[in-house]
C-alpha cells in the first residue's frame, strides 16, 4: 500500500470526537482497508457533514439507505457546544454587516448630497442644454463606480490579510483539536462576491437618494439657486 502522507504532531488539548483518542491515524478508502485486514466488511463509516444546519436531513436520508441492515448514530452531540458558539458568531457577523450597510447608506448619502450640491450650476447647465436627466444620473454612476472598484481592490488585499488572521486566531483557541486543525479560506469566491453586490448595493442607494432631491428641480430653478 502507497503511503500518501504522514502526520505527525501532539494533541494540545483533548477533544470530545472519539477519533483523537488515539495517537496515530489512517486515512483510506474501503479497498485498502480490506487488504490490509484481510476482510471485505467494514465496522464502521464516520461521515462528516460541511455544513451543521444539513446534518438532520443528512441523517434522516442515511438512516433510509441503511435500513435495518446497518445501524446509523449521530455524534454531533459531543461537539454542541462549539456549534452553538459557531452560529452565535455567525448571528452577530449578519447584525454586524447589516448595521454596516444602514450606516453606510447613511454616511455615503451624505457625502453624495454635498458632492451633487457641489455641482449644481454644472447639473442645471447641462439639463438647459437638453441633456437627460437619466444621462447625468449615468454619469454620477461611472464616476461612483470608478471610485468604487478602487476601493474595492484596497478592500479585498486588506480583507485577505485580516480576515485570515481573524480565523485562525478563533480557530486556535478554540481548545477543539479538529478545530485547530482546520484550514480556513481567507476569501471564499462566494461570499467575495455577495459583498461586492452588496456594496454595489449600497452606492446605488446612496446615489439614488441623494440625486433625487436635485434632479427634481427645473433647470431654471437650479441656475437660479
Not at 142 to 150: F, Q, R
Request: glycine share 8%; aromatic share 4%.
Amino acid at each position: 500500500v502507497r503511503v500518501a502522507g504522514i502526520f505527525s504532531g501532539n494533541v494540545q488539548a483533548q477533544s470530545p470526537m472519539p477519533s483523537d483518542a488515539s495517537e496515530n491515524l489512517i486515512y483510506s478508502g474501503v479497498q485498502v482497508v480490506s487488504a490490509l485486514t484481510g476482510e471485505e466488511r467494514v465496522g464502521t463509516i464516520r461521515c462528516l457533514s460541511d455544513n451543521p444546519q444539513t446534518l438532520s436531513a443528512a441523517m434522516v436520508q442515511a438512516k433510509k439507505i441503511a435500513g435495518s441492515k446497518y445501524g446509523v448514530t449521530d455524534d454531533s452531540a459531543r461537539l454542541s457546544g462549539v456549534l452553538q458558539s459557531v452560529e452565535t458568531v455567525r448571528d452577530l457577523v449578519r447584525m454586524v454587516l447589516l448595521s454596516v450597510c444602514l450606516a453606510d447608506v447613511l454616511v455615503l448619502g451624505m457625502a453624495l448630497v454635498f458632492w451633487i450640491r457641489s455641482r449644481i450650476h454644472e447639473i442645471g447647465t447641462l439639463l438647459a442644454l437638453g441633456i437627460g436627466k437619466m444621462q447625468i444620473i449615468a454619469q454620477f454612476a461611472i464616476e461612483t463606480g470608478l471610485m468604487a472598484v478602487v476601493a474595492a481592490l484596497c478592500s479585498l488585499g486588506t480583507g485577505s490579510l485580516l480576515s485570515g488572521y481573524v480565523s485562525s486566531l478563533l480557530l486556535h483557541d478554540s481548545g477543539v483539536a479538529p478545530l485547530e486543525s482546520l484550514q480556513v479560506e481567507a476569501l471564499p469566491p462566494e461570499q467575495t462576491l455577495l459583498i461586492l453586490l452588496l456594496g454595489c448595493a449600497v452606492i446605488a442607494v446612496a446615489l439614488a437618494v441623494s440625486c433625487a432631491a436635485v434632479l427634481a428641480k427645473s433647470p431654471k430653478s437650479i441656475l437660479s439657486s
